[in-house]
């Protein structure tokens, strides 16, 4: 069987949050490095097709909400970019932790920077 394995489609999902976060100025190391994680609490995903092993995807990824500790990203894995060829869709929410696990709001400084480009999509 030449179709991707379902659980695939979530390591996109992540590398496509880190590539953004690296394009925003905000890498998920200097978050660390600043004593802030963001661990997944809320994962959604809707598949309408399958890619086969090998196929080129593109994953468009959005952050569409800011709240006082939480984060949500929005993907759309397609299988070419410039056409409406959605065969992925999904939502993984957030929350800011101190890296030892407490719930924390983002430092103003941090969420003034995301929210200074918040709504962009970038690939």
């Not at 598949?47 to 709240?67: F, M, N, P, Q, S």
């Amino acid at each position: 069987n030449d179709i991707m394995h379902y659980a695939k489609y979530l390591d996109w999902f992540a590398e496509a949050r880190s590539d953004l976060m690296k394009k925003l100025g905000l890498p998920f190391e200097q978050l660390e490095a600043n004593g802030i994680i963001m661990p997944i609490i809320k994962i959604e995903v809707a598949y309408t097709a399958g890619a086969k092993v090998g196929e080129v995807l593109d994953c468009v990824t959005e952050i569409r909400d800011i709240l006082h500790n939480r984060f949500e990203y929005f993907y759309s894995i397609r299988m070419d970019p410039d056409k409406d060829s959605e065969i992925i869709s999904g939502k993984t929410v957030h929350v800011f932790a101190s890296v030892g696990g407490k719930t924390t709001k983002l430092p103003s400084e941090m969420e003034t920077l995301i929210r200074g480009k918040w709504g962009t999509t970038l690939e």
